[in-house]
């Protein structure tokens, strides 16, 4: 009996000591993402459902608190030789990731490949202009993720309170509707608002088919100049500044990044009745209208209809997912395993659910179509489903709403625009610090008399002397 004991023990011994080794034969895939919110729980959760699926690899997700900081660790653990195995780019940084030299385009990871590991790669289900932005040089260089689009939130109280049935689509009817609604004696602050963010301008730009920078937006070649001092980029400055000056748009002075929480309290608090924002945050400007009375409807970003040839699209914002060069095989099969299960249509579907990020994929889209979370709103007005609605709470604990014509929004413009060089987007080098550049020629416009063309004309200069040095630091000899 001792000797059977000892024997017993001597084997329980043996298994645990294995399982640690066990644990090491998976394969580990770091991935890094600039969220440290809900974003980042929603990626580990799904991390830890991937590696049940798919045991031969142990996915981990770290988060930064934003883009800067992970683009600085990202440099420091390249001199270190101790890259992740993919890392999250915005779009505009996509010419500086390229430049890099850290990251592989997923194509040619891909090869000629049509799964991996059993996942399908079926890249061709990805919408048109996500498509169109992350395919350079006819290759697709990272794989989409957060995808978002520029639209507007109307506050449908005050709208129709001034007798404005539905939410203006061009830049005459946003003022003509700031009119009415400015006449009225219990009329807010202010009627329209926006974040001082050089992503919003480009929009405008793009609606126009108006380039950002040459040689095609910097698709045809590398770009060397640009050329936003357009007539269509001087029509969007005099229109922001023809709006401030007849009392319509609040403009708090703050730009890029720090400008977006002013429009959210502006908004949100009913002091202004129109803003034209990121699509990322339906959720959030659809559920606090529901909190608190109001009905938030979503739209179209407002067009230029002075424009030649009218509205051509709306171009994409947010991230991607760039794998990092030099990997070991496995790690490479596993990280492109990993980014393809992520991205498939019922991950990107509940991805869009979750954030409101637009469903990159078509499947997606028709998939949230079928299951009814496009439906249009009852016909009485506000929805009533809110988030502590049993009824409404789907498997795995999402939360779902019985109407949601607000999440389709930037969908369908996307889905509606032409695709240009100047609706895929602009790619050129050091493009946030020229989105600087922009924001401030924006801000002295509203905030002095300076003419709108000169003030463009001299960011465009300053602007140059940026891609140039960057140009010359970077572009191949």
């Not at 490949?113 to 890249?123: K, M, S």
């Not at 708090?252 to 009913?270: E, H, I, N």
């Not at 949230?368 to 809110?386: F, K, M, P």
Request: glycine share 6%; net charge negative.
């Amino acid at each position: 009996m001792r000797k059977s004991l000892l024997l017993a023990v001597a084997l329980l011994v043996t298994l645990l000591a294995m399982v640690p080794a066990l644990a090491q034969d998976a394969t580990e895939v770091k991935m890094w993402i600039a969220f440290t919110d809900n974003r980042l729980d929603w990626a580990k959760q799904k991390a830890a459902i991937f590696n049940e699926k798919f045991p031969q690899y142990n996915v981990v997700v770290e988060g930064y608190n934003n883009y800067e900081e992970l683009f600085a660790a990202t440099a420091l653990a390249a001199e270190q030789n101790s890259l992740p195995a993919i890392v999250q780019y915005f779009e505009v940084a996509t010419q500086d990731a390229r430049d890099s030299g850290y990251f592989k385009p997923i194509a040619e990871a891909l090869g000629d490949r049509t799964e991996v590991n059993g996942i399908p790669v079926n890249l061709e289900d990805i919408i048109a202009p996500v498509s169109a932005y992350y395919t350079l040089d006819g290759q697709w260089t990272s794989m989409p993720w957060n995808t978002s689009s520029a639209i507007m939130f109307s506050n449908m109280n005050i709208l129709n309170a001034a007798g404005v049935d539905s939410p203006p689509a061009t830049w005459a009817e946003v003022e003509a509707a700031c009119e009415a609604i400015m006449a009225m004696d219990n009329a807010p602050e202010y009627c329209f608002t926006w974040p001082n963010h050089g992503w919003f301008f480009e929009q405008w730009l793009a609606q126009q088919n108006g380039l950002f920078a040459n040689n095609d937006n910097g698709r045809a070649d590398r770009a060397t100049e640009v050329v936003f001092n357009s007539p269509a980029g001087v029509a969007i400055l005099q229109w922001l500044d023809d709006m401030k000056s007849k009392g319509y748009l609040y403009y708090s002075g703050a730009q890029g990044g720090a400008s977006w929480a002013t429009v959210d309290q502006s908004f949100q608090g009913q002091q202004t009745a129109m803003a034209v924002y990121s699509s990322s945050d339906t959720a959030i400007y659809t559920n606090t209208g529901r909190e608190n009375g109001y009905e938030v409807l979503a739209s179209f970003m407002p067009y230029n209809q002075d424009a030649e040839g009218g509205w051509t699209g709306n171009l994409i914002g947010g991230a991607s997912l760039w794998l990092v060069n030099g990997l070991a095989p496995e790690v490479e099969d596993g990280a492109l395993t990993w980014l393809l299960w992520l991205t498939n249509t019922e991950n990107a579907a509940e991805w869009h659910q979750v954030t409101g990020y637009i469903a990159i994929r078509q499947s997606s889209v028709d998939l949230l179509n079928t299951e009814g979370w496009y439906d249009a709103l009852v016909a009485n007005g506000a929805s009533q489903v809110w988030l502590d609605n049993p009824a409404v709470q789907a498997s795995q604990g999402k939360v779902w709403y019985a109407e949601n014509p607000n999440f389709i929004v930037a969908s369908d413009q996307l889905a509606q625009s032409t695709v240009t060089p100047a609706t895929s987007g602009a790619l050129l080098g050091s493009f946030p610090a020229i989105r600087n550049v922009v924001t401030q020629a924006i801000d002295t416009v509203l905030l002095t008399d300076e003419d709108p063309a000169t003030v463009l004309d001299n960011a465009a200069a300053e602007a140059n002397k940026i891609l140039e040095e960057y140009n010359l630091l970077n572009a191949p000899q």
